[in-house]
Nanobody, 124 residues
């Protein structure tokens, strides 16, 4: 079965950086798009970024564009989210998700499996 395990969350100061990882198993990773989404306290799930199966296309939400970088390593079945210039508004539970196809985009319904999440807290 599909398993997605996020790691790398924690406490960061405003302006700081964190790197999230998501290790995937149970499917042919290199054939599917992947995504990161987040849920802040008291708010709904928000799409953050997505990447095509081969890394050829990467999209970002306007709220993180220029600060976050998504990447993938198909040899390691892992996706990453490098988060720089963190802001308190980035505080959330971050999830990775497996796309339904190789080109899934910014709509949450494009994804059919989700990890358990990793907590990111940005505070001084």
């Amino acid at each position: 079965q599909v398993q997605l395990v996020e790691s790398g969350g924690g406490l960061a100061q405003p302006g700081g950086s964190l790197r999230l990882s998501c290790a995937a198993s149970g499917f042919t990773f290199s054939l599917y798009a992947m995504s990161w989404a987040r849920q802040a306290p008291g708010k709904g799930l928000e799409w953050v970024s997505s990447i095509y199966y081969d890394g050829s296309d990467i999209s970002y939400a306007d709220s993180v564009k220029g600060r976050f970088t998504m990447s993938r390593d198909n040899a390691k079945n892992t996706v990453y989210l490098q988060m720089n210039s963190l802001e308190p508004e980035d505080t959330a539970l971050y999830y990775c998700a497996k796309g339904r196809t190789y080109y899934s985009g910014r709509y949450l319904n494009d994804y059919d499996s989700w990890g358990q999440g990793t907590q990111v807290t940005v505070s001084s």
